[in-house]
């Protein structure tokens, strides 16, 4: 099969929010060596002359949005166009509108996925670099941490909009949530589960004027992406709080009508009550998942972190420290409680084929 041949199974797709002259720019040198289709969103954005201009191009599908409705929404706009109007397609690639996706290196990815059919392909950029914007550079790499902590996978550049996707893919990447920024790194943490492999393509690191086109918002999109470790964090706290409430009652109780081993059992029922508390809300709120076995493993998990809490703190203090025991013991929990996360997500409440 000829290239121009192969390129025309390829489709690019962009979406667009309150473009500038720079995406009809982008446009036009991907018409000159892009013989497949282009299919622009515009999410809402105000700018209709530009997208009247785009339109005029033959090669160019412009969709519409009444009104913004996120980067992801726009993206699953766009899957679904190609699913229901152009089934020609093999793949199809996703560009930012902004300029930063240099036309060689779009084409560097089409030609990637001729080679590789079964893969996600990513335009990985190189963050190490001394012109890269703090705000990318810090972004990228707490995503990256993060990322790894939540999937167990290890990716250069979690934030990359230039992506090759097999259209085979489409129909289980459109069953993923996120209406915004989020349903990108959504995309990465699925892949795992649906046995779909990565590939990282080396692309040439631009930024125009700092970034300051990006839509992204710090906060905001960086909580939508956080989120699972951050409602761990917090169910974490709300267990132990209930555990410290109810020794409390428990005692108060106990300390009546048995005075010599009433500690004993409000640290039992209360830790009893609290885990279960803690199990229930990972498994249906935090991780979504599980099986008739993650019970089980959740409290075998329990009492693996709670010897080893103790047994790590007393062999540091004796063998080393012999001070500083408070201190010792809060970073040896903590330690325990990324450890704690990445199993409950890997092994406890692991997605099976036939949860329950």
């Known amino acids: 099969m000829k290239d121009g041949d192969m390129m025309k199974e390829v489709g690019i797709i962009m979406p667009a929010y309150q473009p500038d002259e720079k995406t009809i720019r982008v446009i036009e040198e991907l018409r000159h060596v892009h013989?497949?289709?282009?299919?622009?969103?515009?999410?809402?954005?105000?700018?209709?002359?530009?997208?009247?201009?785009l339109a005029t191009f033959p090669e160019v599908t412009v969709l519409h949005h009444a009104m913004n409705q996120g980067k992801g929404r726009a993206l699953k706009t766009a899957f679904h166009y190609v699913l229901n109007e152009r089934p020609d397609?093999?793949?199809?690639?996703?560009?930012?509108?902004?300029?930063?996706?240099?036309?060689?290196?779009?084409?560097?990815?089409?030609q990637s996925l001729h080679e590789t059919a079964d893969a996600l392909l990513l335009g990985v950029r190189n963050f190490s670099q001394k012109h890269i914007p703090f705000r990318s550079k810090f972004g990228n790499e707490c995503t990256k941490i993060i990322y790894r902590l939540i999937v167990g996978t290890k990716i250069?550049?979690?934030?990359?909009?230039?992506?090759?996707?097999?259209?085979?893919?489409?129909p289980a990447l459109l069953q993923i949530t996120g209406e915004r920024f989020e349903y990108e790194m959504n995309i990465l943490a699925n892949l795992k589960e649906l046995q779909?492999?990565?590939?990282?393509?080396p692309i040439e690191t631009v930024y125009l004027e700092s970034n300051k086109s990006s839509h992204?918002?710090?906060?905001?999109?960086?909580?939508?992406?956080?989120?699972?470790?951050?409602?761990?964090?917090?169910?974490?706290?709300?267990?132990?709080f209930i555990d410290i409430l109810l020794f409390f009652l428990f005692a108060k109780i106990f300390k009546i009508v048995a005075p010599m081993s009433f500690?004993?059992?409000?640290?039992?029922?209360?830790?009893?009550?609290?885990?279960?508390?803690?199990?229930?809300?990972?498994?249906?709120a935090v991780f979504k998942s599980g099986s008739k076995k993650s019970f089980y493993r959740y409290y075998v998990l329990?009492?693996?972190?709670?010897?080893?809490?103790?047994?790590?703190?007393?062999?540091?203090?004796?063998?080393?420290?012999?001070?500083?025991?408070?201190?010792?013991?809060?970073?040896?929990?903590?330690?325990?409680?990324i450890v704690a996360f990445i199993v409950q997500r890997k092994w406890v409440f692991k997605k099976e084929k036939h949860a329950s």
């Open 302 to 337: 329990a009492v693996f972190i709670m010897l080893a809490s103790a047994s790590l703190v007393q062999l540091l203090y004796s063998e080393w420290l012999h001070n500083g025991e408070v201190l010792l013991k809060v970073l040896v929990d903590t330690t325990l409680f």
């Open 89 to 110: 397609l093999r793949s199809i690639v996703t560009i930012d509108a902004d300029g930063q996706h240099l036309t060689k290196d779009i084409i560097k990815l089409i």
């Open 216 to 240: 992204f918002r710090p906060l905001h999109d960086s909580f939508q992406i956080y989120k699972v470790f951050l409602v761990y964090a917090i169910v974490s706290g709300a267990s132990f």
């Open 196 to 201: 779909i492999p990565i590939v990282e393509i």
């Open 35 to 53: 013989e497949g289709p282009i299919i622009i969103v515009n999410d809402g954005s105000d700018a209709s002359y530009i997208f009247n201009k």
């Open 156 to 170: 250069s550049d979690t934030q990359t909009g230039l992506r090759g996707i097999p259209t085979k893919f489409l």
């Open 263 to 284: 500690i004993v059992i409000a640290t039992v029922l209360a830790r009893l009550l609290s885990s279960l508390f803690n199990y229930y809300v990972n498994r249906y």
